[in-house]
C-alpha cells in the first residue's frame, strides 16, 4: 500500500526505451537531389505483374489444384490494429461488440480478438454451468447481475443480425436457492438487506414457506432460505457466446486463431517519492503464433485487452514483472486457473419442472438440465485440496465422495440417481478476493483488464463488455460505476471480498 502511495511520482527525465526515430538536420545542398520514389514504384509494380505471372503459370502447371508456392498462411491477423483483445470467450466477445457499437463512425476502429482454441474444447464460457443471479453480497455485482440480465431478456435487439436466425438462449426463469445453516443465517439476510436496496427481487422463506413451495425439499438444518423471484437462473453459454461473436463480425471485428506468445513493449522509469524506481510500461504490439505452427504475427495496436480468464495471470507474466526488481509484487496479477467438475445425472423420481438452482449451504449444487429426470451438479473443494489444474480430466470420486451424500441428504429422492456424464472446466480464479479485475493496470499505460470473475464471468459478461468499452473510448464509467473492481484495491491491499461465491 505504501508503494501505491508513493506513486504520486516525479518522472525521471528519461525517454520511453526503444527504439525511436529522431528527425536530423541535414547540410543544404545547391544541387537537387532525386530520391528515387518513381524509380521505386517502377520496381514494386513490375514485381507485382512478375508475382501474378508466376501464380498463373503454376496454376496451369497444376490443373485442378489450388495449391502455390506464393500462398500466404491462412488467418494471419492484420499487422496493425487499434484494439486487441486477448481471448474469445464471452466477456472478450463481449467487450469487442460494444466497442464496435460505441465507435463514432462506421469502421473506425480496428479491433482483433484472439483465441487460442477455436474449438473452445477448453474454454470457461461453454463449460459453466450457465446460471445468472442477483443474489451477491456486493452492490456491484448486483448491478452487474440486473444489467445482464436486462441485456439478456431484450438479446435480440442488441445481437440479432439481419438475415440469420433469431438468438435463443433458452433461458429457463426458474430462480437461485440459496439454503443457510444457523451459523450463516444472519449473512444471508444482511446480504437480503443489500439485494433489495439495490432492486433485485429476491425473497426470504422460513423453513415451514420452503417445505410448502418445494415438498421435495428436506429441510433438516436449514434455518433460512433465499429465493430469487425474477432475473435469475440459467440458459445456454454456447449460444450466447456465438451470438456475441456472430454480431461482432458482423460488425467488421476481425477473429484470429492464434496464441498470443509474446509482446513488445517500452519502458519508462518513476522515481517515487522515497527514491525508489518504478518501471512504466506501453505496450506497442503483440506476438500472435499461429495454430500448429512456429509462424507468427507482430500486431501492433494502441490498446491490448487482457481477457484471457484462467490464463490471464501467465499472460501478464510475458511483461516480465515477476522478474522486473522494479516492480512491487501487488502490482502482478493474482488470477489462476482452478478447476471445478460438473456431473449429470439421472433420476427419474426428481424434482420436476419448478425445480431452482439450488445451493446448498454444504457447497453443492444441482439444477435441472432439460427435461426427463436429467440433472447437473457440483461443488468447489476446500483450498487444500484443489485439483490438479493440468488437465481437464474429471475426479470421479470426488461426487461419489463429496457432492452425492450432501444432494441425497437434501434431495431424498437423489439417493437412487445415476451419473450418466461429467466435465471439468475452468474458473479465472481471483485469490485475492474473488472478484472480478476490471480497468487499467496501474503499471502499464495501455493494458485493460477483464478477468478474475471466479466464476461468475459469464452471468456478468454484458455488462463487464459495456464497462470496458466505456473505459477506453469514454476514459470513465458512464452506466455502472466499477471503479471499485479497479486494480488500485488489490495495489492497495484492500480486498472487496464477496461472501456468495459458488
Not at 457440483?378 to 444432494?407: I, M, R
Request: proline share 5%; aromatic share 10%; with cysteine.
Amino acid at each position: 500500500m505504501s508503494t501505491w502511495r508513493r506513486l504520486s511520482v516525479k518522472l525521471r527525465t528519461l525517454p520511453w526505451v526503444g527504439s525511436s526515430r529522431q528527425s536530423v538536420s541535414r547540410p543544404a545542398c545547391s544541387r537537387h537531389l532525386s530520391t528515387g520514389a518513381r524509380l521505386r514504384r517502377d520496381f514494386f509494380k513490375d514485381l507485382e505483374e512478375q508475382l501474378t505471372t508466376a501464380k498463373q503459370r503454376a496454376a496451369d502447371a497444376l490443373p485442378g489444384s489450388d495449391w502455390s508456392p506464393f500462398q500466404t498462411t491462412a488467418g494471419l491477423p492484420p499487422e496493425r490494429a487499434d484494439i486487441v483483445i486477448v481471448g474469445g470467450g464471452v466477456v472478450g466477445w463481449s467487450i469487442a461488440y460494444w466497442l464496435k457499437r460505441k465507435e463514432g463512425n462506421k469502421d473506425a476502429l480496428k479491433i482483433v480478438v484472439v483465441e487460442k482454441d477455436p474449438t473452445y474444447s477448453q474454454a470457461s464460457t461453454v463449460l459453466s454451468a450457465g446460471g445468472i443471479r442477483q443474489q451477491f453480497s456486493l452492490p456491484e455485482n448486483i448491478s452487474l447481475s440486473m444489467a445482464s440480465a436486462d441485456f439478456l431478456r431484450n438479446i435480440n435487439e442488441h445481437l440479432g443480425v439481419l438475415n440469420q436466425d433469431a438468438v435463443d438462449l433458452q433461458f429457463n426463469h426458474s430462480g437461485y436457492l440459496f439454503l443457510a445453516s444457523e451459523d450463516v443465517a444472519h449473512i444471508m439476510e444482511e446480504n437480503h438487506q443489500t439485494q433489495r436496496s439495490n432492486g433485485a427481487q429476491v425473497s426470504l422463506l422460513s423453513p415451514t414457506q420452503l417445505r410448502e413451495k418445494f415438498p421435495w425439499i428436506n429441510t433438516e438444518g436449514v434455518v433460512l432460505a433465499s429465493y430469487g423471484l425474477e432475473n435469475e437462473g440459467w440458459f445456454d453459454p454456447w449460444t450466447l457466446l456465438n451470438a456475441f461473436r456472430r454480431k461482432a463480425a458482423s460488425m467488421g471485428v476481425i477473429q484470429c486463431c492464434g496464441e498470443v506468445t509474446g509482446f513488445s513493449y517500452v519502458t519508462k522509469i518513476l522515481k517515487t517519492t522515497d527514491g525508489d524506481d518504478v518501471n512504466l510500461r506501453r505496450i506497442k504490439g503483440v506476438n500472435v503464433r499461429m495454430p500448429n505452427s512456429r509462424e507468427f504475427q507482430p500486431v501492433e495496436c494502441a490498446f491490448v485487452v487482457n481477457a484471457a480468464g484462467a490464463f490471464s495471470g501467465k499472460l501478464m507474466e510475458m511483461l516480465a514483472f515477476s522478474d522486473d526488481k522494479n516492480t512491487p509484487g501487488e502490482f502482478l496479477l493474482p488470477v489462476q486457473p482452478r478447476k471445478r467438475f460438473v456431473y449429470v445425472f439421472h433420476c427419474p423420481d426428481g424434482p420436476g419442472l419448478d425445480t431452482p438452482f439450488l445451493i446448498d449451504y454444504s457447497g453443492a449444487y444441482f439444477r435441472r438440465e432439460g427435461l426427463g429426470g436429467n440433472y447437473i451438479a457440483g461443488a468447489s473443494p476446500e483450498e487444500e485440496n484443489e485439483p490438479d489444474t493440468s488437465n481437464l480430466e474429471v475426479d470421479h470420486e470426488f461426487f461419489v465422495e463429496k457432492v452425492w451424500p450432501s444432494l441425497a441428504a437434501r434431495v431424498p429422492a437423489f439417493e437412487k440417481l445415476k451419473v450418466t456424464g461429467a466435465w471439468a472446466g475452468f474458473y479465472d480464479y481471483n485469490t485475492f478476493d474473488q472478484n472480478g479485475i476490471i480497468g487499467l493496470h496501474p503499471l502499464i499505460t495501455n493494458m485493460y483488464f477483464a478477468t478474475g470473475f471466479s466464476g461468475h464471468g459469464l452471468q456478468h459478461s454484458p455488462a463487464v463488455g459495456r464497462a470496458i468499452a466505456e473505459l477506453i473510448l469514454d476514459a470513465n464509467f458512464k452506466t455502472l460505476d466499477l471503479s471499485g473492481f479497479g486494480f488500485t484495491r488489490i495495489v492497495k491491499q484492500e480486498p472487496m471480498l464477496e461472501r456468495n461465491i459458488v
